[in-house]
């Protein structure tokens, strides 16, 4: 009720809910009380959580974001809302992204920019950032989240909270209404690692329904959260510290570092020498996977539908070009050129050359470190409508992210103080494949 009542007054302003599911939510709540009062158990059991608007849920709107999906209702639940359900979670309502999980400031959403709770000019960062700002606005107590190309990560360093991509496939995509499948994957939002960590106890594991999750069994998160680090190497990359950081933000991200070494961790410098052309790489393949899996909306099987179609032909084309906005259309237009029959050497091959060698660098890397650090992103949140017309801005806003979903490894943004705007700065902690346990440890030992 609390939750509610803040949501109430709050988020006309935040706009980080798009939906609200008060009744459904008082009656789960009743129904985890009498679960405990039978004895039932468990640390989420009764807690209240939102989930992004990409994970579709029977019986509520699932809009992606999109007027594509603005009357969508899906038939099931996501395994992760599943999951957390089981838990005895209890949903609040669904959050606000950017349309299709396309964008990194919350502004290509159909339902309206989310403004940052620090600062309501400015943006939360994207695409999850209804998650984020909810979190941060404590219009939940935790949200899940999903990170294509940092949107985990981004939107929770500049909203102040925790935000985990885990590995890819240790979380299941079933459910999840896919961007580029190669690289999304689900995760938790929360104030803390530890919290974090419990959410991710229960989303992570195998599932029969996607193939490209890890049959591999699931350590408990919580177990290991206060082991000392003394003796843990951190590797710090140059190419996260060049041209394009905002000063401020690198000095802080640099003392958070730092502050390990006080916990016993030894720093030394380390190289990812293609990480320069992660984004070029990543807006080349996310959009080529982003035309394919797009391609469902076709005004037929489900969706907006335009109204009185001439022809077949007219109704695909009209649905789509009234069901997506620009920022969709535009990395359609690029994924479907670039899987073109003649450009399809020229890019999409070539992008996953060098996807190879991206992942390379961090193997060569976590030969000699345990953990690597950095920013997560190169500023701290922007102002609303700064960078909205100019897409290439927008995209280098990922530069610290991207390369960590190219490999498919974890990494966690962790808040690490403020600028002295009052803005939220984000430390990035990326680790090798499945060492979630790891990251969310050095998180948590984090002063
Ligand atoms: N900002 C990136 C994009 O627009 C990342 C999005 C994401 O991780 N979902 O594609």
């Keep these: 009720q609390a939750f509610l009542a803040r949501i109430e007054s709050l988020n006309p302003t935040i706009n980080a809910y798009v939906s609200v599911t008060a009744d459904a939510a008082l009656t789960a709540a009743e129904q985890a009380d009498a679960r405990r009062a039978q004895g039932g158990q468990g640390p989420l059991l009764g807690l209240p959580l939102a989930h992004k608007d990409i994970f579709v849920t029977e019986g509520v709107k699932t809009t992606c974001g999109s007027k594509m999906l603005s009357d969508f209702v899906a038939p099931y639940d996501a395994t992760v809302v599943q999951r957390l359900k089981d838990a005895g979670m209890v949903m609040l309502g669904k959050l606000n992204m950017d349309e299709f999980a396309m964008g990194s400031s919350n502004e290509t959403s159909f339902f309206g920019p989310v403004k940052n709770p620090w600062d309501t000019t400015r943006i939360p960062g994207g695409s999850s950032g209804g998650s984020a700002a909810a979190v941060a606005a404590r219009l939940a107590p935790a949200a899940t989240g999903t990170d294509t190309g940092g949107s985990?990560?981004?939107?929770?360093?500049?909203?102040?909270?925790?935000?985990?991509?885990?590995?890819?496939?240790?979380?299941?995509?079933?459910?999840?209404?896919?961007?580029?499948?190669?690289?999304?994957?689900?995760?938790?939002?929360?104030?803390?690692?530890?919290d974090c960590a419990l959410l991710l106890n229960a989303m992570a594991g195998h599932d029969a329904r996607d193939s490209t999750s890890h049959p591999g069994s699931v350590p408990d998160y919580r177990a290991s959260l206060n082991q000392p680090l003394q003796g843990l190497r951190i590797g710090v990359p140059e190419e996260f510290f060049g041209a394009g950081l905002d000063a401020e933000v690198g000095a802080m991200v640099q003392e958070a570092i730092q502050q390990f070494t006080k916990l016993g961790a030894t720093v030394k410098p380390v190289h990812l020498p293609n990480n320069p052309h992660a984004v070029s790489t990543y807006y080349v393949l996310a959009p080529a996977e982003a035309s394919s899996n797009l391609a469902r909306f076709d005004g037929v099987r489900y969706g907006h539908r335009a109204a009185d179609a001439k022809d077949l032909m007219d109704l695909y084309k009209r649905s789509r070009a009234e069901g997506f906005g620009p920022e969709v259309q535009r990395r359609i237009l690029v994924g479907t050129y670039v899987l073109s029959a003649g450009y399809y050497d020229a890019y999409y091959r070539k992008a996953q050359q060098v996807r190879a060698l991206i992942r390379q660098d961090f193997q060569n890397a976590f030969a000699e470190v345990d953990v690597i650090m950095g920013p997560t992103a190169p500023s701290a949140a922007f102002g609303l409508g700064e960078k909205a017309d100019d897409?290439?801005?927008?995209?280098?806003?990922?530069?610290?992210?991207?390369?960590v979903n190219l490999a498919g490894i974890p990494a966690l943004s962790l808040p690490c103080g403020f600028t002295q705007?009052?803005?939220?700065?984000?430390?990035?902690?990326?680790?090798?494949y499945f060492e979630e346990a790891r990251l969310l440890n050095v998180a948590h030992q984090y002063q």
């Design 152 to 194: 985990i990560r981004q939107p929770a360093a500049m909203c102040g909270i925790t935000g985990l991509k885990p590995t890819y496939g240790r979380v299941s995509r079933y459910g999840m209404i896919a961007f580029a499948s190669s690289l999304d994957q689900a995760g938790p939002m929360a104030r803390s690692a530890e």
């Design 391 to 403: 897409p290439v801005a927008m995209y280098l806003a990922d530069i610290y992210t991207i390369a």
């Design 421 to 432: 705007a009052g803005l939220p700065v984000g430390l990035q902690i990326m680790g090798n």
